[in-house]
């Protein structure tokens, strides 16, 4: 295994993004990575699209194909990578491993998705038959939120959390999306907001879930060799990548308190890097729902068990905490294009692990310059977490 | 950049419907209609399947016999879903619950014949099969007094 560098991040403004198509939406993405990285379209020597949507939400049903022909990058290896909500992590681990085996010196992930283009309640159906729908939408009509929010439900019961302590997840992500120039909701919220917006699947309600959010996001990577050659000045390594699945129906899983998906892939992702959590600097978490960054606190090891809402509650997740959370406003504020939010969460750790975070005011102190993306496809169907190291 | 006034052209309307087979899980779709639940057990293992597989993932066996399952259920959680898809949109909202029998096996369905606020993670109900509003058999959670049939 050869080592790999991120050298070139791209990530459009996240939406709704009624003034671009797919393409143009990627364009938006792959153009500034390429520079970033001083190449060309042409440089590139293998391409993994990770989006969630074809043909659903957005026209195309083969959106590698015509996303590489709009970049100049037909004639790359060419793929497109479905791991519902991780397929970006998914592109950047098939990009990664090209290179990482010596197949491309030079490979990108690219992750696109548009949502808007389709009504809200579509839209719904769509992302509610992302589990098992023969035994699970079918005859029930299960949606995403409802998914989340029979965690929520069985993880409130087991150890006392309330709504209130949900909707502070929220407070802070909008707080950090109000200073990231790319967010889709940039507007501050209160709890109040939260407690007394739209019942979407009890106990979530709107302002628990993220948005139907369009974007792209892109990531380079290369070799270790190529890194030289170039003379990339500030390349990003990947210290390692951890995966893992869950079941597809929600009725075979053990229980509702954590996501075992979450918790094998970080601690493979843990081992391979040779660190312990308490050495990250940062870490993006996917907070689909408020909920689901509580139990991934507890999940990837930052905090013990139950006590997700504590940690919260004494600011450990906010900058100047134990661990900085999502301060790029995460997937429930900065939004979550489903397909780029793996790699859109690349381009923040590699933007703050090179101390070029968008708004001063939101760049995390680096210590040991460690970053763990942690990206869940589903819930808790697939999982990516990834670390960088400056 | 935000508003949906920006120009598009509409794509061509597609309507999808797939014809789901079900040949090798038709046991269990009959057995509702006998007000029975039933799942697979593997002649081989033992492993215990629901929803029921014709293939046992944990031997690999295909050889699998249906049995019967107990109706009671503790329910491990739930959610009461307001925004519905679009193919539920003529439901009224639904609470969709987790139940464990005491096989074992876990149970996703809805939830009838409980007031919203009596719903508690840990409280029993009984599994039943039902009719569907769409005519197809199914089956749901009630109340454990509520009378047979």
Known sequence: MRKVAIIGVGNSKFGIRNDVNVSELAFEAVKPALEDAGLTSKDVGFVALGSAGAGAWYEELLPAVVTSEYCGLTGAGLMRCEAACASGSAAFFAAYSAVACGQADIAMALGVEKMREIDTQTAMEWIGRAGYYLWEFHNFGLTFPAYYALYANAYMARYGATEEDLALVGVKNHKYAAMNPVAHLQNRITVEDVLSSMVIASPLKLYDCSPMTDGSACI???????????????????????????????????????????????????????????QLDFAEVHDCFTIAEILAYEDLGFCGRGEGVKFLREGQTEIGGKIPVNVDGGLKAKGHPIGATGCSMLYELTKQLREEAVEKSRQVPLKNYVGLAHNIGGTGHYCYVTILRR | MSSASMPTIKSKPVTISQDIPVSKTLRFWEGLKEDKILATKCCQCGSLYFPPAADCANCLCTSMEWVELSSEAEIETFTHIVVRP???????????????????????????????????????????????SDEEWSYEFVPLDKSEG
């Open chain 1, 220 to 278: 380079i990577v290369a070799s270790e060799e190529k890194v030289r050659e170039l003379k990339i000045d500030a390349p990003v390594w990947v210290a390692a990548v951890g995966y893992s699945s869950g079941t597809a129906n929600l009725s075979k899983r053990a229980g509702f308190l954590s996501l075992d998906a979450s918790v094998s892939a970080s601690q493979q992702a843990y081992k391979a890097a040779k660190l312990q959590p308490k």
């Open chain 2, 86 to 132: 679009t193919s539920f949109s003529q439901h009224k909202p639904y609470t969709v619950a987790i139940g464990k029998l005491r096989e074992g096996v876990k149970v996703l369905a809805w939830l009838t014949g409980f007031k919203f606020s009596q719903v508690k993670v840990g409280m029993k109900a009984k599994l039943v099969a039902k009719v569907s």
